[in-house]
């Protein structure tokens, strides 16, 4: 984007920042700042959906809290045809979805009109409202189309359901484990089955409809719960010492013989042969021939085991995807809030349970300022822990490719972007320097040469998301596309983040950021983060 160059003073510039903050969504206005350059203070699975993921709006018309939810989401069916849904589970009804600014953001945009919203009244947003009509007449509650040309990505993606840019609920999803496969293509919608307070952009808290085309409009929506059996590490050395390890989280053993492991990207199954039987709490490793055709590449893959009874299968499956790990094995660490996360394992512990940290570095995510009070605008920091340079165009196989920062919409600058050793990269959103260079607000806030400043044209999501660091390992020539090719990546660091649980709730609106405290933690551990006042560009 162009930026609006300003050469003004310290007192101006604290004017221009302050007037950039009035607008209603929180998450666009810039921070005050004081004469000095210093930041000032603001003035500010049971089968049903029903209490899902949730977030409170601010609702000034009716003077009270209106928590959202979103509980159904088609993103890839057998059809062209999207949908989201979500309701108001608790708190008050709206009078006017327009006076109270509802609105889709993200993937899809739409402002709702003006109409009222009753507590429990489902609202379906889709892409095509005839065609949604035709296919589901029946439909209770009430029925938008978003707006024309927006439509939600295969691949995965996310979107933001809000009240005056505020109490942003999200409706995540992906294509690739441990996320469904049902719901990619197959027919499956994705049911929230994660309560009230699950995180919405966590796998586990979605599963896929056993009604096919889904069930919008209804909080009855009858599932396919996941597999007890999980992929727990697997040893990718493309074929020369492949193994993948089995894990029974069940407290009855499980005969796995007849089982089917899908490879996403390679497309190839094999199946488990017979005798194999993973021990209740116990593990199973398949190597040599039980792999059978299946090869382990080292550049990454999304794996599939797939439950087999009497010869066909079931659609209850488990999943795990793995970046690039051409130096170690890859697999699921235990978290301290109970959840898990997925990569590159520190320490093989072929056999036996995982334990340790995810391998990960030199980039990671440092700090988060996510669901800033009104006035300030969001941020988030990335610290290079190397004693060496970082450049974001990464050398690779087929020429050079630029690292990508999923969660955050497009980056600016990226590929001339270089990290210095010990360095600090701080994103902000581009909203702000349509008052402000880089330069000058670098200035104002006294960073150093070690500092560089990005901006991103997305939103940090006030209600958790998936923010993944993805260095550029392999690119490979594409199988859809002639001349094209595709890369893959190796995670520096995976976080994600949320408003709830065991997460610090001083983040979440009241000031304060969440700081990392512990690399030695997964991202996605609640206990390797503190709330702390914002430093933006200090790493302490």
Known sequence: MDLKKLTIGSALLASA??????????SSGADPV??????????????????GNSATGGNTQENAATTLSCSEIMFHGLDSLEWVEFYISKGEPLASMAASELHLSGAADFDFPDEPLAVNEYVVVTNDLASFKAKYPNV?????????????SNSGDVV??????????DCSFDDDPPWPSLADGKGSSLVYVGGEHGNPGLAQNWAASKTPGGNPGSGEDPIYEPLAVRINEVNPSNGSSDWIELFNTSDKDVDVSGYEIYAKKRNTAITIPAGSVVPAGGFLVLEGEALGELVLISRGESLY???????????????????????????????????????????????????GNLLGGPLYINEIFYNPPEGQFEFLEIVNTADTAVSLMQKVNLGSQPWEFSGLGKIENISTTVIPAKGVALLLPDTIFTMVDIESYKSQLKLGDNVVVLQYSGKISNRGERLVLKQPYECTASADVPGEFDCHYYWSDVVLYSDDGLWPREADGAGKSLKRVNYALPGSDPAAWEAATPTRGVVE
């Open 140 to 152: 209770a509650g009430k029925v938008y189309q978003w707006n024309e040309g927006d439509r939600l």
């Open 17 to 26: 920042f302050a007037l950039s903050a009035c607008g209603d969504d929180s």
């Open 160 to 169: 933001s359901v809000k009240i005056r840019g505020e109490g942003d609920v």
């Open 305 to 355: 085991l797939r439950e087999v009874v009497g010869g066909a299968k079931t659609n209850i499956e488990s999943g795990l995807e793995y970046p690039s790990s051409p130096y170690s094995t890859a697999g699921v660490i235990e978290l301290s809030d109970g959840t898990w996360a997925q990569g590159s394992m520190a320490e093989a512990t072929k056999g036996a349970a995982n334990s």
């Open 34 to 51: 004081n004469p000095d350059g210093t930041p000032a203070e603001s003035s500010s699975s049971t089968g049903t959906n029903n209490g």
